[in-house]
């Protein structure tokens, strides 16, 4: 399990305050992200965890400013970058913090990377973009780039297309363009997610290095609790939009205290255990537009109560910094 830094007196970088994100569609509102608030400390890495359609992408393009807008808006929150709050400002303002201050690592290298432009091409446009810098030193920087992100011959790779690249090569690559102009924090949507077993540890291994040379502070969205323990200092667990439980990553392996997070927990396989049929979570996520009254989580908990279904639950903390939202804590 990950054996966490010491971050705890290290400045926050990053604040996210009552975010909410709203797309309007033709069967009603989707309330894809309602009232998530985090922080995020330099060297921190922050896991975010949950089923498909939980909000975490939403999320983090909300951060991002990234929300197609319509039908997309972000409605209500904050988002503070050492303070500055990103919401108001214009496209202009926030090109110029996207990619040098923080940055994103998509999921997908094949739908980020253009198939029509050299990987060199690709990897120097934010750096020629935020940084005034000759041409010559231009080509120097995206090769140390692509070296720092373990390219091999980088010199030769420089002047290929995605195409010619494997899939690691590429979300290495996706890597290198991402950490160019040396950002404050990192989003990484499941970037492991199109990688095979060898590879994927070699790029998590990547990201750790590059975290501890940069002191970068690091947020992780994936499904994966193995890469959780092995990545994270913290985690918050996403449900039908809200975080329903966050905290030090001990403390949720050893102490789920949101039947979610307690239910995904039990759906990871175990090698020691010989079970006939692997656990599974009854039902489906709510739809976000026709959202139940109470706890969205109620239809499918197995500890519901008539209280669950009558309002949504506050915040009840468990230890320092470890808090869930479910009535069984009251």
Known sequence: MSTSKTVNNNPVVLQVEGLKTYFETRWGTVKAVDGVSFDLKKGETLGIVGESGSGKSVTMLSVMRLIPSPPGQIVDGRVLLEGQDLVPLSD???????????????????????PVFSIGNQVGEAIKIHQDIPKGTLVQRVLDVLRKVNIPAAETRVRDYPHQLSGGMRQRVVGAISISCEPMVLIADEPTTSLDVTIQAQYLKLLKELQEASDIALIFITHDFGIVAKMCDRVAVMYAGKIVEMGDVRDIFNNPSHPYTEALLASVPKLEEDVDRLYSIEGHPPTLHDLPPGCPFAPRCQYVMDKCSEAYPPEFNITDGHHAACWRLE
């Open 92 to 114: 202009k303002e926030m090109s110029e913090i996207r990619g040098s201050q923080i940055a994103l690592i998509i999921q997908d290298p094949m739908t980020s990377l253009n």
